[in-house]
């Protein structure tokens, strides 16, 4: 301050001046160095997941942006809450991200419900992008009684919580979307828990259990072998690999919304200069150029890319669906 008593106005300015292009310039050529060193890509599931495999093509796009490696790395446990607990504790420097699906909306969801401290929630996090988005199809054995969704629909009508479904466990991906398409066809099922999706997939081939519902990729296979038969699906619009199945929505029940989707998030603190310069870069990895469509394409799954406002969005109805949903269905053990 006693230095600036010396200074008159003018030159005052100038060195005000001088000094505030000097930090600009600064802080531009350190956003314009990262990443410098390489990017922990958190996927808080084990490996070989429907986590894992997108995550491992985006960061091989990644790596052709940056030259720098984004490292994919599993940190798995309670259903998503350790890995995803890790990033939003991480620092907020651009250099842990987090790869998940729903489950980061489901665990602290369920967490409040149980009346247990929550270790996250999505208020932990800045989304970045999201990748990809997989409609959930619901299949019965390819003979079972029922060709049509709305025929099985009218059946368990007739015997409410008679007609059996098999899931991956309670508030799960496949627990959830079946929900939601009883309740919105005001109609019960009888739900029975397994292990993981493909023991569920088996009990259905088995003849053990009437239903149950799986991302497309899962069970293509066999409905195209004759094994399995498709009756609804859960998105938007139709599959690509199963046009012939209707929607939900198209049969008027518009609160069956569900996707298996899987987004790219950063700590909640991470500065906003950062998250524009990593949805950017998030957003050329994500482009046909860098092949994660196609890649994307050969896997089965549906790539969805949405930069980060669009995502917030999509984060937001999504939300809302599947809170309601659990809140309907209530405490599961």
Same mark, same amino acid.
């Given at each position: 301050?006693?230095?600036?008593?010396?200074?008159?106005?003018?030159?005052?300015?100038?060195? *005000?001046?001088? *000094?505030?292009?000097?930090?600009?310039?600064?802080?531009?050529?350190?956003?314009?160095?990262?990443?410098?060193?390489?990017?922990?890509?958190?996927?808080?599931?084990?490996?070989?997941?429907?986590?894992?495999?997108?995550?491992?093509?985006?960061?091989?796009? *990644?790596?052709?942006?940056?030259?720098?490696? !984004?490292?994919?790395?599993?940190?798995?446990?309670?259903?998503?809450?350790?890995?995803?607990?890790?990033?939003?504790?991480?620092?907020?420097?651009?250099?842990?991200?987090?790869?998940?699906?729903?489950?980061?909306?489901?665990?602290? $969801?369920?967490?409040?419900?149980?009346?247990?401290?929550?270790?996250?929630?999505?208020?932990?996090?800045?989304?970045?992008?999201?990748?990809?988005?997989?409609?959930?199809?619901?299949?019965?054995?390819?003979?079972?009684?029922?060709?049509?969704?709305?025929?099985?629909?009218?059946? !368990?009508?007739?015997?409410?919580? $008679?007609?059996?479904?098999?899931?991956?466990?309670?508030?799960?991906?496949?627990? *959830?979307?079946? $929900?939601?398409?009883?309740?919105?066809?005001?109609?019960?099922?009888?739900?029975?828990?397994?292990?993981?999706?493909?023991?569920?997939?088996?009990?259905?081939?088995?003849?053990?259990?009437?239903?149950?519902?799986?991302?497309?990729?899962?069970?293509?296979?066999?409905?195209?072998?004759?094994?399995?038969?498709?009756?609804?699906?859960?998105?938007?619009?139709?599959?690509?690999?199963?046009?012939?199945?209707?929607?939900?929505?198209?049969?008027?029940?518009?609160?069956? $919304?569900?996707?298996?989707?899987?987004?790219?998030? !950063?700590?909640?603190?991470?500065?906003?200069?950062?998250?524009?310069?990593?949805?950017?870069?998030?957003?050329? !990895?994500?482009?046909? %150029?860098?092949?994660?469509?196609?890649?994307?394409?050969?896997?089965?799954?549906?790539?969805?890319?949405? %930069?980060?406002?669009?995502?917030?969005?999509?984060?937001?109805?999504?939300?809302?669906?599947?809170?309601?949903?659990?809140?309907?269905?209530?405490?599961?053990?």
């Amino acid at each position: 301050m006693k230095l600036f008593k010396h200074l008159g106005n003018k030159t005052l300015f100038y060195t *005000l001046y001088a *000094l505030l292009t000097l930090l600009g310039t600064n802080v531009a050529l350190a956003q314009t160095n990262f990443p410098n060193k390489p990017v922990n890509l958190i996927v808080p599931f084990p490996p070989g997941g429907a986590a894992d495999q997108p995550s491992r093509l985006i960061s091989q796009a *990644l790596f052709n942006i940056w030259k720098e490696p !984004a490292v994919v790395v599993t940190k798995p446990g309670a259903g998503g809450a350790i890995g995803a607990a890790f990033v939003a504790n991480s620092a907020a420097d651009g250099y842990t991200l987090l790869a998940t699906n729903p489950s980061m909306i489901i665990v602290p $969801e369920a967490d409040r419900m149980f009346g247990r401290p929550t270790s996250f929630d999505l208020n932990s996090f800045t989304p970045l992008a999201l990748l990809v988005a997989d409609p959930i199809v619901l299949v019965v054995k390819a003979n079972a009684p029922w060709k049509t969704y709305q025929e099985l629909v009218a059946e !368990a009508k007739l015997r409410p919580g $008679e007609i059996t479904y098999g899931s991956s466990g309670a508030y799960s991906a496949s627990h *959830l979307p079946i $929900e939601m398409l009883a309740n919105s066809a005001n109609i019960k099922f009888r739900h029975i828990p397994y292990s993981g999706g493909g023991p569920a997939i088996l009990a259905v081939l088995g003849g053990h259990i009437d239903l149950t519902a799986s991302s497309p990729a899962a069970v293509v296979s066999q409905i195209r072998s004759g094994e399995l038969r498709p009756l609804v699906v859960t998105g938007a619009k139709r599959l690509a690999s199963l046009p012939n199945v209707p929607t939900a929505i198209e049969l008027g029940y518009k609160d069956a $919304e569900f996707y298996l989707w899987i987004g790219m998030f !950063a700590p909640a603190k991470t500065p906003d200069s950062l998250i524009q310069s990593l949805r950017s870069d998030i957003n050329r !990895a994500a482009s046909q %150029d860098n092949g994660f469509i196609q890649n994307m394409q050969k896997l089965g799954a549906t790539a969805d890319y949405r %930069d980060g406002p669009a995502f917030s969005e999509f984060l937001k109805k999504d939300a809302e669906r599947i809170k309601s949903t659990m809140q309907k269905i209530g405490k599961v053990d």
